[in-house]
């Protein structure tokens, strides 16, 4: 990264070698300059951009403007690729040295996903004024009005303009909702077709991991939000990626920020504005397209464990496929999915990590969790849209507990097994109106990397 950065700056640097012909830099200034033209090196990095904006500035008698894009980008492959704290520490320096210390700069604009004034990279500089997608600053600057999309529209004698809204519209800057995304939008003007123009141009690698690793809470959120519905949820704006992990409002606010989620209303606390609410959806068809695309990255059949393998199994009744496909993954990924770190709940572990895999699920089924249904609440349930159609399905998740008397994990089997008829969960689906004998209910058991699937036939328990 240090390597490509020292490359960007080399180049930016040459396009300015007209100074060393400047009779305005000293011999040992045009001496300097004529190094960093050969090459910049790590070393050099930290102080380039202002040696350049002094040189500058001494040519032609005006101080500097200066324009940094996306400055969160490489923070985000190094929170990605585990070297944040070097990425921090270079970044930081060239940044002091850039904003902070430079004597030649008028003004500065710099664009990032990430609010700037929490972030450690800026932690020294002063005079810094953050205008975010809540702010009311510049609010129609940011994309076009759908005056003028529709106006453009008109002129080029387009008239799906229902279908244009539901693609490309949803964006809202400060108060200003119906804001539509100017790259998306060119391009369904140059090509008149509906495709997701702006999420193909973009990474969705850290809302994919951020929502894969992510809790129980974060995952059925996530669920409800693929299937058109509204969540309530506090956001934390001010996001700093190394405090991203778990943290559900960090999450939201960084979809807001990135235009994947847009605000629909905001509930103020005057007393405490961290218990603002924020009521969110996605934002448009072309964002949903991007993150049915994150999940199937992320259970695709390219993966060596065939993550998609297992919604098929499910869907299918195959219980032989189910335990292979659990046995496979327990023992292959464990250390990355870990359901004893960071303090985890094993039980949550599983249910979530099931969650994430049948989120594919949810063109034909509700997918539900943690809800009340009978006497309880029920782990998962899948609701088929089309009860005359699709079975439903029932999942409890279970710990083996030796101390109460379970001596193998088909006890537990059985254990979860009663507890979704004894608890009477069912009751949702036939309220659905999916018959009492299309209903399958499943006992996940685990103890460790050991897991165990059974499934109730009738009154009768099955394991593989």
Not at 142 to 148: D, I, N, R, S
Not at 191 to 215: A, C, D, K, M, V
Not at 349 to 373: A, M, P
Request: with cysteine; net charge negative.
């Amino acid at each position: 990264m240090t390597d490509r950065v020292c490359q960007l700056l080399t180049n930016k640097i040459r396009e300015y070698d007209y100074l060393l012909d400047s009779d305005r830099l000293s011999d040992a200034e045009k001496t300097d300059l004529k190094k960093l033209v050969g090459g910049v090196t790590t070393d050099q990095a930290g102080s380039v951009l202002n040696l350049l904006c002094h040189f500058l500035e001494k040519h032609h008698g005006k101080k500097v403007i200066l324009l940094l894009d996306e400055y969160d980008t490489p923070m985000q492959e190094a929170y990605l690729s585990d070297f944040w704290d070097e990425a921090v520490e270079f970044f930081r320096d060239l940044f002091n040295n850039t904003f902070k210390t430079n004597p030649s700069l008028a003004r500065a604009v710099i664009t990032g996903i990430t609010r700037i004034s929490k972030e450690s990279l800026f932690s020294d500089i002063n005079n810094l004024q953050v205008v975010s997608t809540t702010t009311p600053l510049y609010q129609t600057a940011f994309g076009f009005t759908e005056e003028e999309v529709f106006a453009a529209m008109d002129e080029q004698e387009l008239s799906d303009k229902e279908t244009v809204k539901l693609w490309y519209d949803g964006f809202v800057f400060g108060g200003v909702p119906n804001i539509y995304n100017p790259w998306s939008i060119i391009g369904y003007f140059k090509e008149h077709r509906f495709q997701p123009f702006w999420i193909n141009t973009s990474s969705n690698s850290l809302i994919g991991n951020l929502i894969r690793s992510g809790n129980i809470a974060i995952k059925t959120d996530f669920s409800d939000l693929l299937e058109g519905k509204e969540i309530r949820s506090t956001i934390e704006e001010e996001v700093v990626f190394n405090q991203l992990d778990g943290n559900k409002d960090a999450i939201w606010g960084l979809m807001v920020a990135s235009g994947y989620l847009k605000v629909l209303d905001v509930e103020y606390d005057i007393t405490d504005g961290a218990n603002t609410l924020y009521t969110l959806a996605i934002t448009n068809t072309e964002t949903k397209t991007g993150l049915r695309r994150v999940v199937r990255a992320w259970f695709g059949e390219q993966d060596r464990y065939g993550y998609h393998s297992f919604t098929k199994a499910l869907v299918n009744g195959d219980l032989d496929a189910m335990n292979g496909y659990m046995q496979r993954v327990t023992e292959h990924t464990m250390s990355y999915f870990d359901p004893y770190g960071k303090g985890g709940d094993p039980e949550l572990y599983y249910h979530g990590f099931v969650l994430g895999l049948i989120i594919e699920l949810d063109k034909t089924y509700q997918v539900r969790s943690n809800r009340e249904s009978g006497f309880g609440r029920y782990d998962i349930m899948l609701i088929p849209r089309e009860p005359a159609k699709d079975d439903g399905i029932i999942i409890e998740f279970k710990l083996m507990r030796r101390d109460r008397g379970e001596k193998s994990l088909s006890d537990t089997v059985k254990a979860a097994l009663l507890q979704i008829e004894e608890k009477h969960y069912e009751a949702e689906l036939l309220d659905a109106g999916v018959p009492k004998e299309r209903i399958r209910k499943y006992g996940f058991a685990f103890e460790g990397k050991e897991v165990l699937i059974g499934k109730m036939n009738g009154q009768t328990v099955e394991v593989f």
